[in-house]
């Protein structure tokens, strides 16, 4: 296994983690991430068995660049292999290089397991409501 930046070459592998990862989500419309963001791949004989995007934002009242974590998951049969912790850790390193203050990410309240990763790799949990509306 190894861990490589987006190609385009595991466009399928990787739609249909997505799909099995976060079925409510239409992969359908998958694009890259936008430049300058950062989007791992955990690769098994070619197969795309891990993901994480870092979306980059630049907070420009703080003069401040952060990420926002999305899409953390792991392939179902590769679970338990500490692929999300190499993910996260490999994209935290590329923070650190490009000089992003801090990382946000929200999760299921039912993925428990996730929150305990995220809590052993450093993350705290802040007191906090989500808000959302939609527009489209």
Known sequence: MEIVSYEEKYNDSLKELLTMSFP?????????????????LCVSNNLVVGYVVFNKIVDKVRNISYCYANYVCVHNDYRNQHIATKLLEKAFSICKDEGISYIELTTNPTRVEAHEL???LGFEQRNTDVFRKEIL
């Open 24 to 40: 409510t989500v239409d992969v359908k419309k998958f694009e890259k991430a936008s430049d300058g963001d950062i989007e791992l």
């Open 118 to 120: 995220y809590k052993k």
